[in-house]
């Protein structure tokens, strides 16, 4: 059994003395829960905790120490000598392997974005901190359009988004795969973190390219709270509060938020707006209560309603579109601490998604086209983890999942809707060899109500060559069903003479992913080097299949595709059928590092090179950029309470049109950010997005048109204050 233990952590700083004023935070391995303590003025601090397996972080503002420990006895000391703060230090993660780990001793590419890099941003969304990291691509500007994203050149329906480990909503499998990021506030955020390569062996279909969770704030202090507001270009406002505690077993969070912003054109005297009206009101509440040292149980409840109204051109004329959508999840989440070495957690999650549309022709008699979406997921799982010896940590599970879409002009059946369920087993060990080697496999089998069983592996293996030298490689296979709208989809777009057709007869897609990589760090420097590859076949993709005018010509695409007559496609449109149509590859080279010139003064930077082809046509594949970079400069002066940076964003050419060879013009786009501390827990800060104004350089051609819609140089200011009561 489990029993109570006393660990004594002290911190030093490297000339030896007790380095004070540090949050220290310990989490379980297995279960995740945590525990906070601050340092005294002799740099020591002590928490109450049962025995097992910990990871244990202490930072504030310059320095920061990691370490692992298996807490067994009755009391426990750990000394930690704490080192400056780096900018992208190694966090602890849970995306690659569903455990915490430290970051640089995954072997799979994980990037994570911290809170205080988010805030040094001044960013709001999810889809803007993304576009920061390594190997990630999101584009830029519309809220019309969805903040979707690519992992290595995987796109978004290959990747899986997660809230603190539990997927979200958002009908992805209906718009293109993506889910929609600009949705998802950071405010609410600890940290992001994405996990590159297949991660369906560890979460199951959908993370056949990879895997991003946003992970919550946990609160670490008996109560504290805090509020911001900021506005400027494009009428943006952004309200946000929020508060929490722990309280001898209770923890909770609160946060609640609102967004405004106003509609945009980007060609003069245009008619139709590419970002629309937009406003949006969001919350999360979370609840833990600690009923005995050997179980605990969490609620947590996430939600926010979205409106958005612009103007668009269709073939018949301007209309003006509404939008409203909405969700709602319930998790509840239970932990038990069977012994010193095994735990279990089980899971029940609750999502729904809504969304109604109405199109209305501007200046015509036409009646307004209403359309509707709905998505019901329900999910059941449960983890078993146990220590085993010092040297094999071992975990498996079950998962059982529910997925609904209906929606008229969306699916077969209409609001009647489609339905597929999927069970899940998987396993996997992390055995430690000894201090220098680690090795990682697993698997998973997935019963898939609709395409029937599955399995796939993985491995992955970490080499400590010295402290300053770390060796990774990772192999693992992806396979991932078609979603229900790839199967079923039927939709008549309103604005134009187009229509998608699902087809029921798709193949499952199936990838293999390659990694590896190789850290060195030292104390003021560190630089990575990942070597990637990325196989799909029977990746599904849309094909237009003509323009049928007759019953007879609509009939032989029918036939052709083996697609039932009950999907009842229209005449005279440009159709569009999903085919298994291409094997593709993407592989490439990511090389990021980072230079402390003192505590004051960091440089950071990224490059990623592409290659992605389809490999039966041999045509490169649309939307991705061969070359991608980043760099940033912060500089602070902490006497002053002044933090600085400057960041920069690089993009090659980029393929529009694989069959045309069309591309969109290279491109970089320039950020800057600068915050003041005004009085204890109050800070001013300005951010400045596109700070160059780049826009596309076909708005400046006679006839204007453009491929990014990238708005131009915009400015936000704001407030934040923070409380915390020690």
Known sequence: MAQAATLEI????????????????????????????????????????????????????SLEGRAELNLTGERQALQLTVQPRSLRSSITVVSASRTAELQEESPTKVEAVTREQMLSTGYERVSDVLQEIPGVLVRRGSTSSVGGEQIQGVDSRQVLVLQ??????????????????????SDRLARVEVAKGSGSSTYGSDAMGGVINMITREPSSPFEAGVSASGGSLGTVDLRGDLGGRRGPLTYFLNLGESRLDAYRLIPGSATTVGPDQHRQDGLAKIRYQFHPKFALGFTAN????????????????????????????????????NSATTVQARAYSARYDENNLTTPVGRPEPPSPSNLNERLKRLDATLSRQVGSSHFMQGGVEWSQNLYRGA????GDN??????ATDTW????????RFLTLTMGGRVTSHSLFGNAAVPKAGVILKLSDSWIVRGSFGLGFRAPDLGQLYFRFANPASFYQVVGNPNLNPEHSRTFQAGVLYRQRRYRVGLTLFRNDIRDLIDSRLTGTPRTAAELNAILANYGIP??????????????????????????????YAFNRNLRLSGAYTFLNALDRVTQLG?????????????????????????????????????????????????????????????????VAIDNLNDSRDAKLQLAVPSFDRPDYGRTVRVGLRYRFRQD
């Open 10 to 61: 002290r911190l030093r700083d490297g000339s030896g003395a007790g380095a004070a004023g540090l949050s220290a935070r310990v989490q379980h391995r297995a279960t995740g829960a945590q525990a906070f303590c601050t340092t005294d003025s002799s740099g020591a601090c002590t928490l109450e905790l049962s025995t097992g397996f910990y990871l244990i972080e202490a930072s504030n503002d």
């Open 164 to 185: 603190d480990g539990l997927p979200i909503v958002g009908a992805r499998g209906i718009k293109s795969g993506a889910l929609n990021l600009n949705r998802q506030t």
């Open 303 to 338: 939600a926010y309603r979205n409106r958005e109204e612009g103007r668009n051109s269709s073939e018949t004329g301007l209309v003006t579109g509404l939008a409203k959508d909405s969700t709602q999840t319930f998790a509840l989440v239970a932990d038990w601490v069977l």
């Open 409 to 412: 002009n969306r699916l077969v």
């Open 416 to 421: 009647a809707g489609q339905q597929v369920t």
């Open 427 to 434: 396993l996997q060990d992390k055995w430690t060899v000894n």
């Open 565 to 594: 007559s009950f999907f009842n496609p229209l005449l005279g449109r440009q159709t569009y059928v999903y085919v298994n149509q291409a094997r593709i590859f993407t592989q490439g080279v990511e090389l990021d590092g980072e």
């Open 621 to 685: 594949l649309p939307q991705r950029h061969r070359h991608h970079g980043q760099t940033r400069l912060d500089y602070f002066i902490p006497r002053w309470g002044i933090s600085t940076n400057l960041r920069g964003s690089f993009y090659s050419h980029w393929l529009l049109n694989a069959a045309t060879g069309t591309r969109g013009l290279p491109f970089q786009i320039w950020d800057a950010y600068a915050a003041k501390d005004l009085r204890r827990g109050l800070q001013a800060f």
